[in-house]
């Protein structure tokens, strides 16, 4: 059971001290009856709210796809650049999201976003090897054995050695490319081990999410119930 108040001010749907007026004036039922008390306990999982006469639907997390658009930075926030969170709703943003993984400035793709800061962390938890898979064109051209590199665990920079990961070349400087690993600028720096110049790089992939190719660069939308269930199914195991 927790605190009215503290049940809408968690969705976003205002600051605590509005939200508490709010409530003090009549603006909220909880099963039918108006509450004008804002420390009433409810169950939010299963209370029936109203706010201002309009159906108040709970969630306990939120998690957004989106489609990254080049030039906004993965950070909640950034003094000078646009971030990827610069023009969520305002009832997202008070909620506390932010991008569960990283992309390069330039890159684009699929980024969850969310509040859900444990799965968010099994998610990106090394040990936990989620796939991510990329897109890319690169100028060059990349070793004859590149994709056995890639599959032995190619090293990196002189002395990293990546985990084992998958290159599908597609012809014309376009290929796929598997990891289980977060690595900064992972996907580049193994593409230039193996001779090449990333160019574009989009991530296809990330766990059981594929990229809705409906969405525009930069769009957005909530994942779907099954989508929420896959991420929770992988991240599952480990929790407590
Ligand atoms: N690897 C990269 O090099 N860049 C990205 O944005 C993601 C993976």
Avoid at 37 to 63: C, M, Q, S, W
Avoid at 168 to 181: F, K, N, Q, S, Y
Wanted: proline fraction near 5%; charge should be neutral.
């Amino acid at each position: 059971m927790e605190r009215l108040d503290k049940v809408l001010g968690s969705q976003g749907a205002g600051t605590r001290r509005e939200l508490q007026e709010r409530i003090r004036r009549g603006a909220v039922t909880v099963d039918g009856r108006i509450v004008r008390r804002p420390e009433t306990k409810i169950d939010p999982e299963n209370a029936r709210i109203t706010l201002d006469g309009a159906p108040f639907v709970y969630r306990k997390y939120v998690y957004l796809m989106m489609n990254k658009a080049p030039g906004l930075l993965c950070a909640t926030r950034d003094p000078e650049a646009p971030t990827v969170l610069t023009g969520l709703p305002e009832t997202i943003l008070r909620r506390g999201v932010f991008p569960a993984g990283r992309l390069d400035r330039d890159s684009v793709g699929l980024l969850l976003i969310t509040d859900d800061g444990d799965t968010a962390h099994l998610l990106l938890s090394p040990s936990r090897h989620v796939k991510k898979t990329y897109f890319i064109r690169y100028d060059g051209t990349l070793d004859a054995d590149a994709a056995g590199r890639f599959a032995e665990g190619i090293r990196i920079d002189g002395d990293e050695l990546c985990l084992p990961a998958e290159l599908v070349l597609l012809g014309d400087g376009e290929a796929r490319v598997t990891v289980t690993e977060g690595r900064y600028h992972q996907v580049k720096r193994m593409i230039a081990a193996a001779g090449g110049t990333v160019t574009f790089l989009r991530r296809e992939r990330f766990g059981p999410l594929v990229l809705d190719e409906t969405l525009a660069e930069g769009g957005w939308r909530e994942l779907y119930e099954d989508e929420i269930a896959q991420i929770r199914e992988i991240t599952r195991k480990t929790r407590g």
